[in-house]
């Protein structure tokens, strides 16, 4: 599949389901003792964080309840147009909850700290961000960022919910794209 766009592997399908799987041991560590109002609300960034979103919720050793919202800032450009739009909002009242921002990457971090701002705004218990990978830019800025994957290096990668202009979001595994992809 989309052979010869991938110009190498950086992440294996094992490798990610390790991760996952530890990602949600820590986090079902710490949030067990949390007294809640409910269970704990698992918000996944829509669409690049919805294979991550799947994964960690079932890997999570206790309930959660599963929102999505949907916010873009890249449109098919391969860097930040610095404009996040929201797409489309929570339906559900996050007040009083503990709430876990799933994301697949933090680039910019624009993405980011504009939720985490919105988000905060709705009065949560608690609001934290996981995310699967994380770029070196991203720890320039001011986001608080309790559990990353794998900090990886400033390359364009695609796959596991990660696209260019909307493709290479279903490959299992994470990849580089040869350069030839976006540069023509
Ligand atoms: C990508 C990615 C993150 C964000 C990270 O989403 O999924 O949400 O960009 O970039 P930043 O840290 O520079 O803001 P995108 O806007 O491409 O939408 P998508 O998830 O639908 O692909
Ligand atoms: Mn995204
Ligand atoms: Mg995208």
Redesign the pocket.
Known sequence: MYEGDIASVLLTEQQISDKVAELAKQVGEDYQTKASAGDLVLVG?????VMFMTDFARALPMPAQLEFMA????GSSTS?SGVVRILKDLDRDIAGRDVLIL??????????SWLLRNLAGRQPASLEVCTLLRKPE?SKIDVPVRYVGFDIPDEFVVGYG??YAERYRDLPYIGTLQPTVYSS
Not at 45 to 49: D, E, I, R
Not at 71 to 74: C, D, E
């Open positions: 960034v829509l669409k690049g964080a916010v873009t800032s890249y930040s994301e697949d990457i933090i680039d910019s971090g624009l993405t980011l991203a990660l696209d």
